[in-house]
């Protein structure tokens, strides 16, 4: 999501990263910089991501589009693969993975559960996000949980990425099988909490990821212009599908929950509701 916060340029990436005047080179970091083999770039093309956007983690992981941590199995399971529903290819913005959360013939009681060692401000971030999904009276519905949960929201230091960049979280990748993913990792570094210091802002990266979870991607997937860059997160199209009814095109002052990099606002624009209504 969105925007620059000061005259010394601090962008921050919405699940992001975020940039400093300094570019602080990265190390002993989550998002390490291992270089992807040319079967590794080829898998990660097929799944509709730009291979020039990924990286590869310590755990053998790929961290795709800056935050969005996926396995091989999840990748695999991106590639290639026609939908059965409506599937076309991506050029536009809001948009969608092929693959959703299923909610049968009625609403999908999705529960949420924050893991310990967050100040008490996060606790009222999360509830702020899941009261604005459910204030849309989606086809899922999101109930906040205190043991077990479907998506499960971790504290961890995740690092810096190759350039500098500050994750301020992690999503587990899309929906699959017809569940969310199972969950997201906050970071609890020094970079990512002078960044969330209060509850608004905790709110809009945690409603941020939470799209991720259900499966939706960067409204500005084609040209990352909230982050002031022209790089496309995906040059195959597969796993990116335009939402009937959003704008065609957008710019890096457009507002939208889903932005690469942040603009500090929580809320829900007007084509994000439409986005979600018209997924859920």
């Known amino acids: 999501m969105r925007k620059l916060l000061s005259l010394c340029a601090l ?3 919405l699940g992001i990263v975020f940039y400093n005047c300094n570019k602080p080179a990265s190390n002993n970091t989550t998002a390490s910089s291992g270089e992807l083999t040319q ?5 990660v ?5 730009n291979s020039n956007w990924a990286v590869k983690t310590e755990d053998g992981n790929y961290l795709i589009e800056g935050d969005i941590l996926l ?3 999840q990748l695999t399971e991106m590639s290639g693969i026609a939908p059965t529903h409506e599937y076309i290819i991506a050029n536009e913005e809001h948009y969608r993975t092929t693959n959703l959360v299923n909610t049968g013939s009625g609403v999908r009681d999705i529960t949420v559960r ?3 060692g967050f100040p008490s401000y996060y606790s009222t971030g999360l509830d702020q996000a899941l009261a604005r999904y459910n204030a849309l009276g989606l086809n899922i519905h999101f109930t906040r949980v205190t043991s077990g949960g479907d998506i499960v929201i ?3 230091n995740l690092g810096r990425v190759p350039g500098g960049g500050c994750v301020l979280g992690q999503s587990a990748g899309f929906p699959t099988g017809g569940n969310p993913s199972p969950g997201f990792t906050l ?3 020094k970079c990512a909490t002078s960044y969330l210091s209060n509850a608004n802002l905790v709110d809009e990266v945690v409603a941020h990821e939470m799209g991720h979870c259900i499966g939706f991607r960067h ?3 084609m040209n990352r212009s909230s982050c002031g860059q022209n790089s496309n997160e995906g040059d195959a199209g597969v796993g990116a599908i335009h939402i009937a009814g959003t704008p065609e095109t957008v710019n890096g002052s457009y507002n939208s929950w889903m932005m690469a990099c942040t603009n500090g606002s929580p809320l829900f624009s007007t084509d994000d509701v439409t986005a979600l209504t018209a997924v859920y």
């Open 11 to 13: 962008a921050t990436v």
């Open 39 to 43: 079967d590794e770039k080829a898998l």
């Open 45 to 49: 093309k097929s799944a509709g991501f």
């Open 71 to 73: 396995s091989r199995t």
């Open 114 to 116: 924050l893991g310990s």
């Open 154 to 156: 971790s504290g961890a």
């Open 187 to 189: 970071s609890t570094n």
């Open 219 to 221: 409204t500005d997937y």
